[in-house]
């Protein structure tokens, strides 16, 4: 049996997909959550120097997409066929679309320039992004299910975590012009074991 060691800091952030993944799963594994001064001390020993990381039997891997793609195969989580693995892949690719410029957002430190960002962000990027999301949904039995297939995977999953940064960056009202996508993060939501995770995760911002 593999042993699973995931080491990044008190957020959510790159890090929850992989760990929601373990949940959907139920397979244990080892949340190591530290500070930026943990984070500087052992920084120059990490693969490409980023977090998260995730240890597997003692070998250290990183990139959060290559992570959880593993797991999610490894786990029954990346679609039942080729095509559907191929499906989801393209949906998390379109995810990383979005999630840059709500990274820009959190990082801009000067006030004009932030309210541009987020004029763009609310305006133009966000609701392009989950009109295209929305379609993709609704061609797989209406949209009352999942984004891909007739069960859960881990697009769905990455789906759920990237709602939650939509809602820190002022989002929320746009997001709330899709009732399938909404229905879609509260089933998931709904699931026992992810149900369960996000009753005892930690409570943070990110």
Known sequence: MSSYKLTYFNLRGRGELIRLIFAAADVAYEDVRITKEEW???KANTPFGQLPILEINGKTFCQSNAVSRYLARKFKLAGKTDLEELQVDMIIDCFEDIVKPMFFLKMETDETRKTELQKKFLEEQLPAFLANLDKILKSN???DGFFVGDALTWADLAFLSIAGWIKMSGGEAVA????????LKARVEALPKIAAWIAKRPVTDL
Not at 176 to 183: D, G, S
């Open 176 to 183: 709330e012009k899709h009732p399938k996508l909404k229905a």
């Open 40 to 42: 500087a001390a052992m």
């Open 141 to 143: 039995k209406g949209g």
